[in-house]
């Protein structure tokens, strides 16, 4: 199947893989049919916060972001906006934000328990060996000149290998014997002038064991590490501004 960039890849022909991206707008849409008390209410609760910060599919395509240049073939699992509002120049601090979260680290945390357990599984199963695999190569090799020439030297969280950093993006790329995942940050401007953060997420499982696994880990996604990383990047960002001013 062809795609373009105003067309993300999907799997609609496979019936093992539930488009479970399309069932969160369907929930962010009856969320919003509870009309204003109802919303306000639910989004207390911090496992629909990616809910609140989700975006359409068009906040992303409507750009001309360089990383859908060359991720066609891979699944757009949505974008979501980060409340991190700033000048034009204040992404390389964005990077530097969320490249710190360090949650995945801290054996008393959640997330740090989640990736603790998703590492043993690694290990007994083999899925994070070294991956030989000429049909799945690293998107260092797709990338254009230009691009080659501007790696970030920020090292980000949870496994993935940094791919770029320009003015208003920055892509990190996570390979294993499961999936090819793509991480991507842009620095947007609104129509009033003003600048804030949106992270993309692009994925492309490695066959039924692949498919399997992102089903599996999806809940574990949206319910306690998407809520956890924004909200944690907009206290960073809250935190830096306030002793700034």
Known sequence: MV???ETPATDNDDSFWPDLRSRTVEWHDAILGLGCVGRTVLYQLPIL???RMKLPDSAHFSRQWRIDGFTRDFRFEGVWALPTPGMPDDFPRLVQTLTSFDEA???GSLVGMLFAMREALG???GWDKTVDDPSRPSLRHRLPL???D???TVTPPMGFTPLYQIDDEWAAELINRTVHGVIHLGWAQDGAGNYRGQMAMLVKPNGLLGRAYLAAIT???YLIIYPRLLRWVGRKWLSYNDDRS
């Open 3 to 5: 795609t373009t960039s």
């Open 49 to 51: 916060y990616p809910l």
């Open 150 to 152: 501007v790696p970030s």
């Open 146 to 148: 230009d691009l080659r």
């Open 105 to 107: 680290r801290q054996p």
């Open 219 to 221: 809940p574990f996604r």
């Open 123 to 125: 290990r007994v199963f």
